[in-house]
């Protein structure tokens, strides 16, 4: 003869576990919009600013569907340029600005994504 169990809570804890991944999709998001941000600031900040164009170049991309983020110049115009000033060249020294942004930002992104996915499961729940 089958035993029939109740569980208190399964209902909701079942829930809770529905809105997990809606709950992670909005932290990556988040997360990587936050990141291009600060990266793009810091790059703004460390660029040459001899006529303005690369820094005005400076964008940045997030792709939700794919979670990708992005930092740089797609502008054709300036292209070849912003790798000279980042390189340096044989008659250019390097001046580093984009690297270094990253670089500066890197170690934040894991601590905000968790906070994010914390901060949006409250909010669903």
Known sequence: MAQRTRIDGLDRALR???????????????TLTEWADNVQDGAEQ?????????????????????????VGVWDADQLEYALYVEKGTSSMSDQPYLVPAFN??????VATYRAAVRRHLREAG
């Open 16 to 30: 809770a576990v529905g809105r997990i991944p809606e709950a992670m999709r909005q932290a990556r998001t988040e």
């Open 46 to 70: 460390r660029v040459a600013r001899d006529t303005g164009a690369l820094w005005e170049a400076l964008d940045q991309r997030v792709t939700e569907r794919y979670g990708r983020a992005e």
């Open 104 to 109: 500066e930002n890197r170690a934040q992104v």
